[in-house]
């Protein structure tokens, strides 16, 4: 009967190893799925490194225009910069090679769910068709093109009517006209290739009779361009909300003093202006991110130090030893091979701990030093293979230093 209560030892012992796993699998997950979360929302409106790269407003009294070329150095893709006045709108446009590209990556090549800014991929990059669509994700927290859906709302929609649009060619006005909601399958919304006499008249038609708001829509392009501001709504699987407006060359004794204007509409809740550089000065940001096996390695080498399951059976055998030395010197046993074997396991369990300790100062300051624990979680990096080395370093010096070889006590 022993080998079977042997057989169900063993049994039971591979079901909690399994159930143990299978948990902190779990929780691992859980916690990737919540760092995700919090990740996309806190960085789904523009950062103050990202404000660095916005060109500085054309001044009308100088020739020069200023290019996108500090935030082409970010991405080549990028084509823009939008800002809706007194919003959460203000981004750079990027456009991919198609619609997909850029719909959950953003500007620094990253994936996340909130995606880019991004400018319809069969219009050209340089806005000059004359009818341009830009799409971004609604997000709850009013990032991206989350304010979009404010504007079905008349007062919002009235006080916030006006933007910038910044572009290689020159500072556009920004003069918002309707809003209207619709779906993603609606040609005459989304279709940007036809010319402007087949499709201006129709899209006319369907603005007037769709449009939950409307200002003073212009019956003809004369010198006027339109602009899409597309997102979802989440009433809808594919329900859109788009925001129509008209694009005119910045004027300045019109529209005003673009620096200034964009300047003013940086306030905090205090109705204080936020410090902003308006020109990029080519600062970059770190790579955003930080590996949880990273992190777990870490943790193990920690653990392999101070077992939390068993920190009195590790180290309560080198106190065992001392006193079973004491107790050998005592009794005159000086030439006994477990006085010798014991007290060359002692010195072996110091020098173990004084390695272990240093392995993990090793092991926390290559972690600190390589990863951006404020960034975007991932599950491994360049640093993964350095980390697992320096782990097992840890669990090799345990079983080195740590382990008893030599004859027993009795």
Known sequence: MKWLYRIADIANTLLMSVVVLVSVALMLCGVYVLNDIYYTNRTAFVSYDLLKYRPVPHDSSSKEVETLSELKKVNDDAVGWIEMFGTNINYPIVQGKDDLEYLNKDIFGYSTLSGSIYLAAENESNFNDWYNMIYGHHMDNGAMFGDIEKYLDKDYFAAHSEGILQTEQGDYSIKVIACIRTNAYEDVVYNVQNSAMQQY??????????????????????????????????????????????????????????????????????????????????????????????????????????????????????????????????????????????????????????????????????????????????????????????????????????????????
């Open 201 to 410: 008249p129709l899209l006319y038609e369907y603005i007037n009779e769709h449009a939950e708001n409307q200002t003073d829509l212009p019956e003809t392009l004369d010198g006027v361009q339109i602009l899409g501001l597309s997102t979802c709504s989440d009433a809808i699987t594919n329900g859109r909300i788009v925001l129509f407006a008209s694009v005119t060359p910045w004027d300045e004794p019109t529209d005003g003093n673009a620096t200034v204007r964009i300047a003013e509409s940086k306030k905090t809740p205090d109705k204080e202006k936020i410090p902003l550089k308006l020109i990029a000065i080519g600062h970059k940001v770190g790579n955003g991110k930080w590996a949880i096996l990273n992190l777990l390695c870490v943790c193990c080498t920690f653990l392999t130090l101070l077992p939390l399951w068993s920190l009195k059976r590790k180290y309560g055998q080198f106190s065992y030893s001392k006193r079973k030395i004491n107790e050998l010197e005592k009794n005159g046993n000086t030439e006994d091979k477990v006085l010798s074997d014991l007290k060359h396991f002692v010195k072996k369990g110091r020098a173990g701990v004084i390695s272990e300790i240093l392995i993990l100062i090793v092991s926390g300051l290559v972690f600190i030093l390589t990863e951006d624990i404020q960034g975007r979680m991932c599950i491994r990096d360049k640093w993964t293979g350095v980390m697992i080395i320096i782990s097992a370093s840890a669990l090799t010096a345990d079983y080195i230093f740590m382990r008893y070889r030599g004859k027993r006590p009795e």
